[in-house]
């Protein structure tokens, strides 16, 4: 980068989806040269990817986007922030599979054909099976306009408050609770939840508008991008260049400065190790996409209401994640595979399975995510898989401060535990599974930390309880002009949630008025190549 071009029009700290939503859009729609600052060596956050051995690449966020059909709304706002550079490539019909104790679920595709399969599967359930459809989108609806409230004009904001409000204490309320109400079996609470780890809290402890949000999401189906989940920052980092701006890595932010109230610049770190050093940037407008927690933590500290941060200190933590990244030697669909998501549960109760965090480290887990990214390309040369298991950061905090690639060999020998255990695990369930791994490779929640700077080691930003929805700090606007919050913090977990917090925050630094434009923008341009 040259050091010396130090004025920016905008600053966007953290390049994952929402923060790069921020930047396209104002280069776009603005023309203004925006920075972007990554603290890890390669942009997109959790949408990059990574590769060993000169073939095998994996995407360590982005499994699976809902909403992705040609034509919809959702589709029409990734393609204008991506200038049009990713192409989709739809998931088998049946993309979610799920497997417990003597029971296979797989789910179709569209809301009736859920309820028409779920209703002969438990037939005496079948009107509380459509009651609580209905509740979902209830809970959804009661989302969107307690989102939108931020968009619009206090006395519109007002109003939409007091329609929604009658919505919020079922939206707001943990998830199992909100199922309970509708149906009784065991085994059809563990289905209708059994896709909890894309939100990353199971039903005791999510708040049933977050469960109700992600799961309609999918409804009419999953899509992944074609090259990978890296396209998108590739895309998204063309048309900054093309506008004047840029994408530096190896930057951590370490200060957001402010002058009499307002934002006026970063203090970063350039680089890494003995050749690092500090650098100041100035722009009028900063968007944080780092999350809250760093947010308010660390970046803007002594200019937020103390509260606050010991709020955010106290706030519940949420789940984390391990990730056993595989190489293949052959193509997995010679053992049945065709790019759907496979849950595997060892019980019913994702409750009780979500907290046996012990039980992951000494090499049992009780459940797992089986992704196949190759399987979800058009032509794949080299085949690769992903184990997902859920996790709880503490356990690992033995390890804390430590550095990447220099942990100690208990930890190495922790990570051999853990992922000979998630390949028993899934080789139980489908044999021969082992015999395809040519090469192995685990993160932990210390990952997260390292790479994405994220507290707690959390893999999904902060946690989905009821009580983030009653946060004034949880909103795009920060006390200090000029600054505003993007990515998943300020909408929902998730690359959809991301992107929708970074297109809000580029809307909102416009005015009254920028929500409209953003919209009309999206819905009227070409897509710049």
């Known amino acids: 980068m040259n050091t010396e071009e130090t004025q920016w029009d905008a600053i966007v700290v953290g390049s994952g989806i929402g923060g790069m939503a921020v930047a396209s859009i104002l280069s776009r729609l603005q023309k203004k040269r925006v920075l972007v600052l990554e603290r890890h060596w390669v942009p997109g956050g959790q949408t990059h990817e990574?590769?060993?051995?000169?073939?095998?690449?994996?995407?360590?966020?982005?499994?699976?986007?809902?909403?992705?059909?040609?034509?919809?709304?959702?589709?029409?706002?990734?393609?204008?922030?991506?200038?049009g550079g990713v192409d989709w490539n739809p998931l088998p019909d049946a993309f979610e599979h799920l497997s417990f104790p003597g029971a296979e679920f797989q789910m179709p595709k569209t809301e009736e054909a859920m309820i028409r399969a779920l209703g002969a599967r438990f037939p005496g359930e079948a009107k509380g099976i459509r009651a609580f459809f209905k509740d979902m989108k209830?809970?959804?609806?009661?989302?969107?306009?307690?989102?939108?409230?931020?968009?619009?004009?206090?006395?519109?904001?007002?109003?939409?408050?007091?329609?929604a409000a009658r919505h919020r204490a079922m939206a707001t309320a943990p998830t199992a609770r909100a199922l309970g109400k509708r149906v009784k079996d065991p085994l059809l609470k563990a289905i209708l939840t059994g896709t909890w780890g894309d939100y990353g809290l199971p039903p005791g402890r999510s708040a049933f508008?977050?469960?109700?949000?992600?799961?309609?999401s999918y409804l009419?189906?999953?899509?992944?991008?074609?090259?990978?989940?890296?396209?998108?920052?590739?895309?998204?980092?063309?048309?900054?260049?093309?506008?004047?701006?840029?994408?530096?890595?190896?930057?951590e932010v370490l200060e957001i400065l402010v002058d009499r109230g307002a934002a006026k610049g970063v203090r970063v770190r350039l680089g890494k190790?003995?050749?690092?050093?500090?650098?100041?940037?100035?722009?009028?407008?900063?968007?944080?996409?780092?999350?809250?927690?760093?947010?308010?933590?660390?970046?803007?500290?002594?200019?937020?209401?103390a509260a606050w941060v010991e709020a955010l200190e106290k706030f519940p933590a949420g789940m984390s994640a391990v990730t056993l990244f595989l190489g293949l030697k052959d193509d997995p669909s010679s053992l049945g595979f065709r790019g759907e998501n496979r849950w595997i549960y060892g019980s019913t109760d994702h409750d009780a399975l979500a907290a046996n965090g012990a039980s992951l480290l000494d090499g049992r887990p009780g459940s797992c995510f089986l992704s196949f990214p190759s399987l979800k390309q058009k032509n794949p040369k080299y085949h690769t898989a992903e184990i997902i298991s859920h996790a709880v950061a503490s356990d690992f905090s033995?390890?804390?401060?430590?550095?990447?690639?220099?942990?100690?060999?208990?930890?190495?020998?922790?990570?051999?535990?853990?992922?000979?255990?998630?390949?028993?695990?899934?080789?139980?369930?489908?044999?021969?599974?082992?015999?395809?791994?040519?090469?192995?490779e685990l993160s932990t929640p210390l990952s997260y930390e390292s790479f994405l700077g994220w507290r707690r080691g959390e893999f999904y930003g902060l946690a989905g309880v009821g009580g983030r929805y009653a946060l004034p700090w949880l909103r795009v606007r920060t006390p200090v002009r000029g600054c505003y919050l993007a990515g998943c913090d300020v909408m929902s977990l998730g690359i959809m949630g991301a992107l929708m917090g970074g297109v809000a925050a580029a809307a909102i630094s416009m005015g009254p008025a920028g929500w409209p434009k953003v919209m009309k923008a999206m819905r009227t341009a070409r897509p710049a190549k």
Not at 138 to 150: H, I
Not at 227 to 243: F, H, K, P, W, Y
Not at 278 to 286: D, H, K, M, R, Y
Request: aromatic letters at 10%; proline letters at 5%.
């Open 50 to 83: 990574f590769t060993r051995k000169g073939k095998y690449s994996w995407d360590v966020g982005l499994h699976y986007v809902g909403g992705m059909e040609v034509g919809s709304p959702s589709r029409g706002i990734m393609d204008y922030v991506t200038g």
């Open 138 to 163: 209830r809970a959804t609806d009661w989302m969107t306009l307690d989102f939108s409230r931020q968009l619009m004009p206090p006395p519109i904001a007002a109003i939409t408050g007091l329609l």
């Open 398 to 440: 033995k390890w804390a401060g430590s550095t990447w690639m220099k942990r100690g060999e208990d930890y190495l020998a922790a990570k051999e535990r853990i992922a000979d255990g998630l390949l028993d695990f899934v080789e139980a369930r489908h044999p021969g599974f082992k015999a395809l791994v040519d090469y192995r």
């Open 220 to 251: 009419e189906g999953a899509w992944f991008p074609e090259g990978g989940a890296s396209t998108l920052a590739s895309s998204i980092s063309r048309v900054v260049e093309n506008a004047g701006g840029r994408i530096v890595v190896s930057a």
């Open 209 to 216: 508008a977050l469960h109700s949000l992600v799961v309609r």
């Open 273 to 305: 190790g003995a050749g690092a050093r500090e650098a100041t940037f100035e722009a009028p407008l900063i968007f944080s996409a780092a999350g809250a927690g760093v947010t308010y933590g660390k970046l803007l500290r002594p200019h937020v209401p």
